[in-house]
């Protein structure tokens, strides 16, 4: 197996076993070098008075996107800063899919973007965020 084999295993398991990843329903559809799609179904509990998702919920699936793509690098990393563009409204019962990728890969920082689609392939959230390097994985 190779280093890249054996850090996607174990991404897959500590993000399997997770608390707020299991809570909000958040499952990985594909990991590569410095890239990360993540599944996200909106439910009644994701979301806001309007039935619509709640953008704590959103937010929470751009972070865990970018900071996992960051992770594929084999770094261990915490989140800086974020900046959100709530694009469009989520009803109920939509599945959304976020594209996490870094655009910057540094030894302190990693600067990463995330776009969520809707399951029409529509845009409806995009994000920026700035993490901090603390460590690695092995």
């Not at 997770?18 to 590569?32: C, W």
């Not at 996490?100 to 399951?119: E, M, P």
């Amino acid at each position: 197996m190779t280093d890249l084999s054996l850090l996607k295993d174990h991404l897959h398991t500590i993000y399997s076993e997770n608390p707020f990843v299991t809570l909000l329903q958040m499952e990985i559809v594909e990991l590569d070098t410095g890239k990360a799609t993540l599944f996200m179904p909106i439910k009644t509990k994701h979301t806001n008075f309007y039935n619509s998702a709640h953008g704590g919920a959103l937010a929470a699936l751009a972070d865990t996107a970018m900071g996992m793509a960051c992770t594929t690098t084999g770094k261990k990393v915490v989140t800086l800063d974020m900046n959100l563009n709530y694009i469009r409204d989520i009803p109920c019962q939509e599945a959304l899919t976020a594209v996490g990728l870094i655009i910057h890969n540094g030894s302190r920082t990693i600067v990463a973007t995330t776009d969520i689609f809707n399951n029409t392939h529509q845009l409806v959230v995009s994000a920026r965020a700035t993490f901090f390097v603390t460590g690695t994985f092995f």
